[in-house]
Every structure is written in structure tokens, then in C-alpha cells.
């Protein structure tokens, strides 16, 4: 039992990064409809960015900081001159997305070279607490997944509270009455895919405490966005939360139990959501 209880926070703990992976990915795909493969890329830069920081600073918070706002940054020159471009074009969408993810890797691999590399957690952090029932288990994961309950419900508030949040759900559910109503769409796409890029920064800083540094490490993270996204519902943010808590734990418990399935565990409820509700569980038709 204690085992099983270890293995279950290890897979909420996964499910937390996948969130903030896959709720900017599934926003940035409802309001603009745009599949952008560059999202784990921008996830795996975010953690080198972090990583490159607390080495200069000696902050790993300041690190967390410093790749989020790195990766909006990014995220708003890139919607602003590529995703602009092309608007409308989905293949040519998919084959920029798709070229960015190989040039960032190669920028990625010239500057902090092919080994892996992970982050450390300052102080406490680092050190482990005995839950009741004798299971000892690290600071660092518990830290983890109370940060990513804390974003989560922080962005809840922004989408459910706040007129952004309310642009952002309508631009979901109808984007040409958003347009019509005079809003700026134009500013809500930018605001979207930085946000989006700031939560998959934060999440490859986070990421790389648990996930190592590697080149092409982006690839296993963008498969995880894309079960996410498809088993919880496109554009949903409780989607995301659903999908994602799926995903941790599906993936934690196949790869801790039954290795040798592990991926079946993994893409087996992909496969029945498609086949029952290829809109996701949560999801919605966009009109």
C-alpha cells in the first residue's frame, strides 16, 4: 500500500507538469486553432533557461521567473512574425511549428551541449518528510505538485473571473462574435500563445527537477501535451486538468507495474476516448 501511495504522488507530480505543458498548449489551440508543435520546445528551452540562470544567480526561483518571462517573450515574437504569417495555412503551420522545434534544438544543443542535465532545489527542498504511515517522500515532488495546484487554480480564477478570461472562453466557443463585438483578436491571439509559452517555460523549469535536460527531450513532452489536450478536450482547461491527472498516473502506474505495457497503459484510453468522444472528454465542438 505504501508503495502504491508513493506511486500515485509520483504520478500526481508528473500530472502537475503536464498540466502547465498542456493547458497553454489546449489555449493556444481553442482560441487560435493552431497545433504548435514548437510547444515542447519552447518547454525544453524554458528549463535551459532556468538551468543557465541558477548557475548565474544562484536562485532557482529567480531561474523559474526568468524562463517564464524568457518564453512569453519568445512566444510574442513568434506569434507576432511566424504564426502571423500564416495564418489560416495548416500545413504550413504544422511545417513552421515543426521546423522551429529543430532549430531550437540545435541552438539548444551548440549552447548547453548534449548531456543531460537536471536542476537542483535550493535548501529544504532538497530534503524529504515522512508522511503518516512511515512513507518518506521528497519535499522537492510535494513542492512541485503545490505549485502547479496553485497556477492552476490562478488561472481558473483568470479564465472563470476576469473579462480576459471571458474574451479568452468566447474566443474559444465563437472567435468571429469576439471579432464582431469589437474586440481587439488580435491582441487576445498575442496575449494567448505568451501565455501559453510562459506556462510551458515554467514548466520546463519545474520539469527539469524531476525530467531531465536533453536534446530532443521535447519530443516525450509534446507526446504527453497531445494525450493531454485529445483525452481531456480541446480548448478546455478542465480538460486539461482531467487529461492530465489521466496521463500522470496512467503513465507512473504502467511504467511502476506493468513496464513492459507501459505505453498501452499510456495511449489505450487515447484510443477509446477517439473512438467514443473524439471532442475529448470535456471538449466541445468550436463553432
Do not use: C
Not at 16 to 36: A, D, E
Not at 127 to 138: K, M, N, R, V
Not at 230 to 255: H, K, P, R
Amino acid at each position: 500500500m505504501n508503495q502504491f501511495i508513493v506511486q500515485t504522488l509520483n504520478g500526481l507530480t508528473l500530472a502537475g507538469i503536464m498540466f502547465l505543458v498542456s493547458s497553454g498548449f489546449t489555449l493556444v489551440f481553442g482560441v487560435m486553432r493552431i497545433t504548435n508543435l514548437a510547444h515542447g520546445a519552447i518547454y525544453l528551452l524554458g528549463g535551459y533557461i532556468a538551468y543557465s540562470t541558477i548557475q548565474l544567480v544562484g536562485n532557482f526561483f529567480v531561474g523559474v521567473i526568468v524562463a517564464g518571462l524568457a518564453m512569453a517573450l519568445l512566444g510574442i515574437v513568434l506569434e507576432r512574425t511566424l504564426i502571423k504569417r500564416m495564418r489560416g495555412q495548416v500545413m504550413a503551420e504544422l511545417l513552421a511549428t515543426l521546423g522551429l522545434v529543430y532549430v531550437m534544438n540545435d541552438l539548444a544543443l551548440a549552447v548547453w551541449g548534449g548531456d543531460p542535465l537536471s536542476l537542483r532545489l535550493p535548501g529544504v527542498l532538497r530534503e524529504s518528510t515522512t508522511l503518516p504511515g512511515g512513507i518518506i517522500y521528497p519535499n522537492g515532488r510535494m513542492f512541485i505538485l503545490f505549485l502547479a495546484v496553485v497556477i492552476g487554480l490562478a488561472l481558473y480564477f483568470l479564465l472563470r473571473r476576469t473579462r480576459v478570461g471571458a474574451i479568452v472562453r468566447a474566443g474559444v466557443d465563437n472567435k468571429a462574435m469576439v471579432s464582431a463585438m469589437g474586440i481587439n483578436v488580435r491582441l487576445v491571439f498575442t496575449m494567448v500563445f505568451a501565455l501559453g509559452a510562459l506556462l510551458a517555460g515554467v514548466g520546463g523549469a519545474l520539469g527539469g527537477t524531476v525530467l531531465s535536460l536533453a536534446p530532443n527531450a521535447d519530443a516525450e513532452i509534446l507526446t504527453f501535451a497531445l494525450i493531454v489536450v485529445i483525452v481531456g478536450g480541446l480548448g478546455s482547461f478542465e480538460g486539461a486538468v482531467l487529461g492530465s491527472l489521466i496521463v500522470g498516473l496512467l503513465s507512473n502506474y504502467g511504467q511502476a507495474y506493468f513496464p513492459a505495457l507501459a505505453y498501452f497503459a499510456l495511449f489505450a484510453p487515447l484510443v477509446l476516448v477517439l473512438l467514443v468522444r473524439p471532442q475529448g472528454l470535456l471538449g466541445r465542438t468550436a463553432a
